[in-house]
């Protein structure tokens, strides 16, 4: 059957509209809308609540796309019994995102393995999803493409794509130096970035430590001074999440292999039992 005239004007103007939800289920909502006999407001109203509802879910979907996460991690699947160290009411205050509002920064500290990217990753995910830009990189991988934007004089245009957004999430600070130019890189970013948006660090340094990936007590102490002026510090000195979980499979592998060899041995008992 063809579409009416009116009908094919709708759908075009829909388009050209750029609204694809409407498009996709102006038909079905005027359907049940018939049989319930709602009003031509009531229709509209439950389209436009559509589109408006796809549209927040589609915006979610590329925030979390551009800020670009190693893995997708929720506060849900983190083990805070691993780690008792770590403030739980806090966190969970950070992931209502004032912070966010405020600028101020978060600071994750703890060894290698003990949920600090997880953490990180998460409060990231919460901000996108409450419609805030962020951009996760691991520090190395920042510096060095500072270093190749400024050999190709791009680094102004890269600092203030940086400066536009909500979150930065600096991940494994403290596990490779700086050169000087590096660590002069990252401190620009730092400085930027005060009081105009909230950075996060995870890093498995104590701060006295810091001048050693840095080179440099007097810029050290400058880049601390920003980023602490406004922060939440988190601590995490739990065993590692890793270790931990490499000692279950071990045991549960060890204990597989036990099972099998009792299970040997009682065959083979048997089997003598019978030859008697």
Known sequence: MSERPSELLLRHSLKQLKLPTMLRDYATVATRCTKENCDYVTYLW???EREALDRDKRAAERRIKNAR???IKTLDTF???AQPSLKEKLILELMVGQYMERHENVLI????GTGKTHLASALGFAGCQQGRRVRFYTVHAL???LIE???????????????RLDVLILDELGYVPFTKTGAELLFEVISRAYERLSVIVTTNLPFESWTEIFGSERLTGALLDRLTHRVHILEANGPSYRLLESKRRLGRRDSGEMESDELAQATAASGDKSKR
């Open 46 to 48: 439950r389209l436009v």
């Open 69 to 71: 996460f190693p893995v």
């Open 79 to 81: 083990d805070f019994t």
């Open 109 to 112: 500290i703890g060894n290698s």
């Open 143 to 145: 510096v060095t493409h």
């Open 149 to 163: 934007m400024s050999e190709q004089r791009q680094l102004e245009r890269t600092l203030r794509q940086l400066s």
